[in-house]
Structures are given as C-alpha cells and as structure tokens.
C-alpha cells in the first residue's frame, strides 16, 4: 500500500488546499504470493496467486463548505466509492533441467478481472450488438505455455515460448479479421540480462 495522493490544479492551490477535489486518486492494493519447492536438483514445482482490488468510482457528497470556485459541482464534491473493484491470477508450472544450461518448463494460468482493473478490453466484439441480452465477462482468461531457456551464466537467459490462451468473450485481434477471436496463440522470443 503506497497511500492516498491528493492532486490539485495551479488554481487551488493559490488559497484552498481541501483533499475533496475531483482530482483525487486513492491507492491501489496488490499482494502476489508465491510458493516453489525443488523436488530434486534437476525438477521443481511451483504456484504463484495475485489478488488486486481498487476503488470502483467516484460519488456525489453534500458539502456546501468547499467554495464554489473550487467545486464546478457545488454544493456537492466528488467522492470516492467504498466499493473496490477486483482482480485475481492463478499459475501453476513445472521445470525441468534437461541440462546445466537448458531447461524446459509448462505453465497454467487463469486470470479474472471482470471490470478492466487492471486489463481493460480496448474493443468489444460485436456479438454483443447482434445479441443485447449479452453482457461482457471482462477480461477472463486461461493459458497454458511451454517454453525452453538457455542460461549459460548467472546474468543471462534466452527463451523461446509457446503459448496458448483462451477467452470467455471475443478480445483477442485475428489475423486480417474486423471480428474478434476467444483465442490467441503465440511464439515468444526474449532476452534477459541481470546484473
């Protein structure tokens, strides 16, 4: 938790500092856990789960103390909500060392955000023009990955990945395609250094 931050325009702050300003953001919470255990030297196991969750909005609170040109709503000023919007990730993987060097490793993971908190949907499908009872499931995901790294020192890892996802609603861009697709496939590249 890094706390509340107060934001004010040149405005404000020549004779009125009050926090209850439209421009007021409030903190965001996240925790991520973590657990691996080696099985040998060569095989290991691990799962990781992160939970997020911040506020949903703002609301109108009756306060006719705030001056009228510092509030363009008075008497009112913008509160936030007490209702939080939520987040969830769950991963399992495997590794296993083929080699000193090399590794294989597969990965399951899900992931719930059913009100853009943290993944907003850019474009909907229009699914939901032809069917008006539909509503979005936000951004609800399930992947599964395999990828192999070579690391042939301490600072440095090349991985080549491929992964799968699947979605509960159309998200996912498709080739040439104006429509969107619930699936998404991928060949990652990438390398790290550390130092």
Known sequence: VIGTVYMYSKEQHKDYTSPYTPYTRNTRYYHNFIYQHDITDKFAVAASFDIGFQIRGTSDKYNPFIPQENNPNY?????HSSAFKQW???TIWVVYKIFPEWRIAGRLERYI?????NVPIVRQSTIYQKEPGKRPNGFQVSGISLNI???????????FELKYRRSMDPIFDYADSSELSRHEKMFISAMTFKY
């Open 113 to 117: 955000d059913r009100e853009g908190a």
């Open 149 to 159: 790294d070579y690391i042939p020192n301490e600072y440095t890892m090349l991985r």
């Open 75 to 79: 008497p009112y000023y913008n509160k």
């Open 88 to 90: 969830y990730n769950g």
